[in-house]
């Protein structure tokens, strides 16, 4: 059983800052790549960030560089995004994704609005 639990969304002005978080639990950082991805309105769901299980090497989309940080608490298994300096491009509903290659799970979702 594997679930992935999102949290730390909300309403918040260009500029601000949110840190999301990742609770999972029936896996382990050690086995899955996780990553964040987002949907805004009348978008496909993108791609944002993800950290390996290895070494834990990073990527991020274009959008976001120099502005979200993606990382991990191995102990608390739990993954995180730290989003600063907001833009309303950001307002999207953010999922949480594990992926083996085997297996793909994904998160509900918390929702990130960001008002100019």
């Known amino acids: 059983q594997v679930q992935l639990v999102e949290s730390g969304g909300g309403l918040v002005q260009a500029g601000d800052s949110l840190r999301l978080s990742c609770a999972a639990s029936?896996?382990?950082?050690?086995?899955?790549?996780m990553g964040w991805f987002r949907q805004g309105p009348g978008k496909e769901r993108e791609f944002v960030a993800s950290i390996t299980r290895r070494y834990g090497i990073v990527k991020y989309a274009e959008s976001v560089k120099g502005r979200f940080t993606i990382s991990r608490d191995k102990a608390q298994n739990t993954l995180f995004l730290q989003m600063n300096n907001l833009e309303p491009e950001d307002t999207a509903v953010y999922y949480c994704?594990?992926?083996?290659?085997?297996?793909?799970?994904w998160g509900q979702g918390t929702q990130v609005t960001v008002s100019s």
């Open positions: 029936g896996l382990t950082f050690n086995t899955y790549t």
């Open positions: 994704r594990g992926y083996l290659g085997t297996g793909d799970y």
